[in-house]
């Protein structure tokens, strides 16, 4: 796996269970991360699953147009105090990807913004 590029299995069927776009550049693959550019190559009809099947491996970048909308429907109060707090408890070193898809699944579980 990609750590810190793209997010893990369990935060991506987090994604896909809340709602979020699977037209992302990385998919998660059994397990494995693969990219638009070697999809059709590995893409084996006997043993790859149905793409329906594949995960958003979503990474920092596109995470991020999500959170500016976020800031937009918080009024502009995104990072007040509570969301700091919340943010260093599940902040994970290094790995930007997580971060943000964690503080968007807090957020949305929250009822405190819509996807």
């Given at each position: ?44 009809p ?29 009024g ?7 969301m ?28 405190l913004?819509?996807?």
């Amino acid at each position: 796996m990609m750590k810190g590029f793209t997010v893990s299995e369990p935060v991506a069927r987090k994604l896909k269970a809340l709602g979020f776009p699977q037209d992302t550049y990385f998919q998660l693959v059994n397990g494995e991360v693969w990219d638009q550019t070697m999809q059709s190559d590995y893409e084996i009809p006997r043993t790859t699953p149905p793409r329906d099947t594949w995960l958003a491996a979503y990474t920092a970048p596109e995470l991020g147009p999500f959170l500016i909308k976020a800031e937009k429907q918080m009024g502009g109060k995104l990072m007040n105090d509570k969301m700091v707090k919340h943010l260093v408890g599940i902040a994970e070193f290094k790995d930007e990807a997580a971060n943000r898809a964690k503080l968007l699944i807090y957020l949305i579980e929250n009822k405190l913004i819509a996807l």
